[in-house]
């Protein structure tokens, strides 16, 4: 009901406003994502003539479902104020766990279900000790969710290459790779309908249920979250425990796709997932966001290094192009937050 | 002007005489300052001559913060103008201020904790050779700083490790460094004892000889019949009259301060005093800011706690509901025993926390809302609720029912008057005054047996708070049990049935209604021997 008088009224003043303001205002209301999604299709449509094709869409979708998901793992960290620069090693482990234990387990012969799933619980299950270990760091000794994901990298991955000794682990049961990384099911990829799936769960999670809304107030202001009676350590806790899960998942899906567990896949996560989050307007301070602006932050990613691969541009400078987006999302969206306060809502 | 124990000695060298009569340094003209969703400083006029002191009065929140920062250079106004020695000025920052010999010595410190004592004092202005500090110089500076004031601290010192007074002490001399033409004191006493105000006094009349305008902002009677020349009272942001010292009684001040006759804000509280609510034995806290102290609340009356800011009253309140260290004693609620350090049962021993102390009936609303009271980036309804989640009438399995949520959250909010009432906005949206009535309504979705306030009125207008105090005795002849954790003393002695009085961390006095008068209470404030 009120939402419905302020958009009257937002409509009297705009036929009264000038065009600039009214950009202005569209730009307070809407954030800077729109903005940079629209620039990147008008851009690479006009650059290139495969890349508003059914084909190419089809395949940034599929391309974008594994830092949908690590963003949407970093956005439930990033509402509690934390931070979480594992979600690269906690790739590596999973993929690793999962592909050993799958060859380990599997006799070569026959489908190997048993072994798909044995080794996906050991990879989740290491996945979960990481992000557990985690929240237990920066919950109950307060190490800071900087310093104490940045040392679990360290850990993680030179667990990870010590057990691999650095190699590829090949030999998985095709049934994995041919499910998880290149099966369909109703037309649509399987990664893209898990991450489909996983969209809406956490979208629940996130808005209507009270461990969500939690989150949002523990970041917003702990202490007074503490004081309204929340169990912040235990909320923190399962927040990094949580994330850790859906990182496992998109990490299980990549294994699948590479069909071999490495243990240098990953590594661009954790900084493209914060720039998802952060381009979607999910503030690094914790608190503010929205779920389906992180989702969108990721897939302006995947199209941006999708037109950028069409364009040929080589992937050094793609890296360049990506910290550059970034640092403007930030800008942009500090000018956004001044608007705002002049424009007086 | 009532005059209190506090009048002046004789033995005070200060000589507040007459200030003379020559033009003004400072002269504010129609001076407005807008914030997003309010008008903090409505078209002000103000002046200060040479050698007079200027009290602005008016309660938290009427503008005199706004109004001092803008002549210090914190915050620009919106529109009006500034004139120094007549000339119209644009004060850009703090530092162009004091270059333009305005300083200022706020409420709110602002030194850095890590730092020691000579560092903070210089901070922004060291002396330099080159790209090097003049050590040896700055330190003899300081000394001879803190000399001159007569305060007993170290240069060497560290912030941190002193105490709030001692702040204070470094951010008066501060703003004495330098020699300014207009000082503006935003409640220097409010931490000092009664000696340190003395000294201050002695100060600011020597200031005043050497033709210094003093602005100065105080809640205390006594002193603005000790030092003021002339009082400037605000009201809501607007100027609402300044009047000279000789006709200024507390009487009119009060009226003129408020809109209303003082019957008109406190509501008379039936007191029903029936069983033991809560009933603290012996407490000791962690750093002794409490010690052994005890006191009781029972259903059905309004119990105080009064003292300076710093005495502990506001921590025994926080022990209670669990987010403070306890060292010992005994707390019961309800006749359950919650902790007791004497105890050997190991169930007494366990740390309270806020969580069990909400379940039992228990809420503390805390003094300081920003910081503690409200998630500022989030909409009133979110935060009202936010307690209160657990409950059945919020969550069903964990799964929040959003629907009664906005019931629940829009009935409670018409109730208290929210202004606008749109509970969806974001609580940093409202005014002081209303983000105090959603941290309250935090508290009335729960079934709650006593309520603790701390401070409730801290920044908050007339209006508001006419309000929150007819919530507070509604509250009470509901049967409820009201703990009223107050600085402002007008509020314990109008409200209250029955208030303890704390000293350093000590209850010192336990006064009953017939008992509580301003002389009375205040005798307890200080140290004794100067009493």
Not at chain 1, 47 to 55: H, I, P, Q, S
Not at chain 2, 4 to 22: E, L, Q
């Amino acid at each position: 009901m009120n939402t419905k008088t302020t958009a009257l009224e937002a409509q009297n003043e705009k036929n009264t406003l000038s065009p600039s303001d009214m950009m202005k205002r569209a730009f307070v209301r809407a954030g800077v994502l729109p903005w940079f999604l629209l620039i990147a299709v008008l851009i690479f449509t006009f650059a290139t003539d495969n890349f508003l094709t059914e084909g190419n869409l089809f395949s940034v979708s599929r391309q974008s479902t594994y830092l949908i998901l690590v963003a949407m793992a970093q956005m439930i960290v990033l509402l509690t104020a934390g931070l979480d620069l594992s979600v690269g090693v906690m790739f590596a482990m999973t993929s690793v766990i999962s592909s050993m234990v799958m060859v380990n387990v599997w006799s070569g012969e026959g489908s190997g279900w048993g072994a798909i799933g044995l080794g996906c619980l050991a990879g989740l299950g290491c996945n979960l000790l990481i992000g557990g270990l985690n929240g237990i760091g920066i919950a109950y000794f307060r190490v800071p969710p900087f310093v104490m994901t940045l040392a679990m990298s360290s850990i993680v991955f030179g667990l990870a290459l010590t057990i691999t000794g650095g190699t590829p682990v090949y030999g998985m049961p095709d049934a994995f790779a041919e499910t998880f990384g290149y099966g369909e099911l109703f037309g649509f990829p399987i990664p893209v309908l898990v991450t489909l799936i996983a969209i809406v769960i956490v979208y629940i999670f996130v808005n209507r249920t009270k461990m969500g809304r939690y989150l949002y107030a523990i970041g917003g202001n702990i202490k007074a979250a503490e004081l309204s009676g929340i169990n912040t350590k235990l909320t923190l806790f399962w927040a990094y425990v949580i994330s850790s899960f859906i990182t496992g998942i998109a990490a299980l899906m990549l294994t699948a796709r590479l069909e071999s567990g490495e243990s240098n896949i990953g590594a661009d996560y954790p900084l493209l997932s914060i720039a998802a989050c952060t381009i979607g307007g999910i503030s690094l301070f914790g608190g503010v966001g929205r779920l389906p602006s992180a989702v969108l932050g990721a897939i302006f990613i995947i199209l941006v290094q999708n037109g950028m691969n069409l364009l040929r541009v080589n992937s050094y400078l793609q890296m360049v192009v990506i910290g550059i987006l970034l640092i403007l999302a930030i800008v942009a969206d500090n000018y956004r937050q001044k608007l705002m306060l002049t424009l007086k809502d | 002007m009532s005059t209190t124990n506090y009048s002046p000695r004789t033995s005070n060298p200060a000589d507040f005489g007459k200030s003379s009569s020559d033009e003004p340094i400072l002269r504010l003209e129609n001076v407005s300052k807008q914030y997003p969703g309010t008008l903090a400083v409505d078209n002000m006029n103000f002046d200060v001559k040479p050698g007079e002191v200027h009290i602005l009065f008016g309660e938290n929140g009427a503008g005199k913060s706004t109004l001092i920062q803008m002549v210090a250079g914190v915050h620009k106004p919106t529109s009006g103008k500034i004139f120094l020695k007549g000339q119209q000025v644009e004060i850009n920052s703090v530092h162009h201020a004091r270059d333009l010999g305005v300083s200022a010595v706020f409420q709110e410190f602002s030194l850095i904790p890590q730092l020691t004592v000579e560092e903070n004092l210089f901070l922004g202005s060291e002396e330099c050779n080159g790209p090097f500090l003049k050590k040896v110089e700055l330190h003899r500076l300081a000394k001879e700083t803190l000399d001159r004031l007569g305060f007993p601290l170290k240069p060497d010192d560290k912030v941190q490790n002193l105490s709030r007074a001692e702040h204070q002490m470094i951010e008066i001399a501060k703003a004495f460094r330098t020699k300014p033409n207009i000082m503006i004191l935003d409640e220097p006493t409010a931490s000092l004892t009664e000696r340190e105000t003395d000294q201050l006094f002695e100060l600011v009349a020597s200031l005043k000889k050497d033709g210094i305008g003093i602005i100065y902002i105080t809640h205390r009677m006594k002193e603005i019949a000790r030092i003021g020349d002339r009082v400037t009272i605000l009201r809501d942001g607007k100027f609402i009259a300044t009047v000279d010292m000789e006709e200024a009684t507390e009487e009119r001040l009060v009226e003129l301060m408020t809109g209303r006759v003082v019957d008109q804000i406190f509501p008379e509280i039936k007191n029903q005093a029936a069983e033991n609510l809560l009933e603290i034995d012996g407490l000791t806290l962690k750093g002794h800011v409490v010690n052994n102290s005890s006191i009781n609340v029972r259903a059905g009356e309004v119990v105080g706690i009064a003292g300076l800011v710093g005495c502990g009253k506001s921590e025994i309140g926080r022990a209670a509901f669990g987010i403070e260290d306890i060292l010992g004693g005994k707390i019961t609620f309800c006749g359950e025993t919650l902790y007791d350090s004497n105890s050997s049962d190991n169930n007494t021993q366990k740390k309270l926390s806020p969580r069990k102390m909400l379940d039992r009936g228990l809420y503390y609303v805390p003094s300081d809302r920003r910081v503690e009271g409200l998630v500022m980036n989030q909409s009133v309804r979110h935060n009202v609720s936010l307690p209160s989640l657990s409950l059945s009438k919020f969550t069903s399995k964990s799964f929040l029912r959003r629907k009664n949520e906005k019931s629940i959250v829009q009935d409670i909010s018409e109730r208290l008057e929210l202004a606008p009432l749109d509970i969806d906005r974001k609580a940093e949206s409202f005014s002081g005054g209303n983000q105090q009535k959603a941290l309250i309504g935090k508290a009335l979705v729960r079934d709650v047996k006593l309520f603790i306030f701390d401070e409730p009125t801290v920044g908050v207008d007339v209006g508001a708070r006419v309000l929150i105090y007819r919530f507070i005795r509604d509250l009470c002849e509901a049967g409820a049990g009201v703990l009223l954790i107050s600085s402002d003393l007008p509020e314990i002695l109008h409200l209250t049935h029955r208030s303890y009085v704390m000293y350093r961390g000590q209850v010192r006095a336990h006064l009953q209604q017939g008992e509580l008068d301003e002389q009375n209470v205040l005798s307890y404030f200080f140290e004794e021997e100067s009493a």
